[in-house]
T-cell receptor
Framework: GAGVSQSPRYKVAKRGQDVALRCDPI?????LFWYQQALGQGPEFLTY????????KSGLPSDRFFAERPEGSVSTLKIQRTQQEDSAVYLC????????????FGEGSRLTVL | AQKITQTQPGMFVQEKEAVTLDCTYD???????LFWYKQPSSGEMIFLIY??????QNATEGRYSLNFQKARKSANLVISASQLGDSAMYFC??????????FGAGTRLFVKA
């Protein structure tokens, strides 16, 4: 596609529910990132894929967070047993290849946990 | 440890004037890249400008320039001739030795008519 696409744009979940957030990167982009952005804060790194391989998941805050990219294109971030502190905007970004490392971001998925 | 520090939570600038947004960084890696991104109220992060650690000259992109002072580990963004549409959050960011990018806390810029 023309840009990074994320869905849903908005998600309201009750505490304890599982949620899945989808990211469709720019076609052909090899590297894909997930960030968590709390209100009024900068994005915090969660995890990074190169093709289907998850090369860095050091930023995932707990084992309730899980990300996958099985075919090296679309990625899903799953949060199990959501907690109120999980409320944030989840940003997906991709990079095409060698270069400066400029990130192309989607519009984000805003998660609100009640 | 790698870190980005933006000390200005909010800045005001008069339309058509220039403004400087501060950024300092910390890394022990000799090779790194510095970025500025803009985030309007719509939420999407927009890349503005890039500076490599080995670049000899300061980066410029239209009305944006990056004042890179390597010895001081600073990478300030200068926006010339501010426009009302420049009102947004601005984030300084860095990557080292790969593509993992870390961000600062951001500066909210308000442009006054």
């Amino acid at each position: 596609g023309a840009g990074v696409s994320q869905s849903p744009r908005y998600k309201v979940a009750k505490r304890g529910q599982d949620v899945a957030l989808r990211c469709d990167p720019i076609s052909g982009h090899v590297s894909l990132f997930w960030y968590q952005q709390a209100l009024g804060q900068g994005p915090e790194f969660l995890t990074y894929f190169q093709n289907e391989a998850q090369l860095d998941k050091s930023g995932l805050p707990s084992d309730r967070f899980f990300a996958e990219r099985p075919e090296g294109s679309v990625s899903t971030l799953k949060i199990q047993r959501t907690q109120q502190e999980d409320s944030a905007v989840y940003l997906c970004a991709s990079i095409g290849g060698p270069g400066t490392g400029e990130l192309f971001f989607g519009e984000g998925s805003r998660l609100t946990v009640l | 440890a790698q870190k980005i520090t933006q000390t200005q939570p909010g800045m005001f600038v008069q339309e058509k004037e220039a403004v400087t947004l501060d950024c300092t960084y910390d890394t022990s890696d000799p090779s790194y890249g510095l970025f500025w991104y803009k985030q309007p109220s719509s939420g999407e992060m927009i890349f503005l400008i890039y500076q490599g650690s080995y670049d000899q000259q300061n980066a410029t992109e239209g009305r944006y320039s990056l004042n890179f002072q390597k010895a001081r580990k600073s990478a300030n963004l200068v926006i010339s001739a501010s426009q009302l549409g420049d009102s947004a959050m601005y984030f300084c960011a860095m990557n080292t030795g790969g593509f993992k990018t870390i961000f600062g806390a951001g500066t909210r810029l308000f442009v006054k008519a």
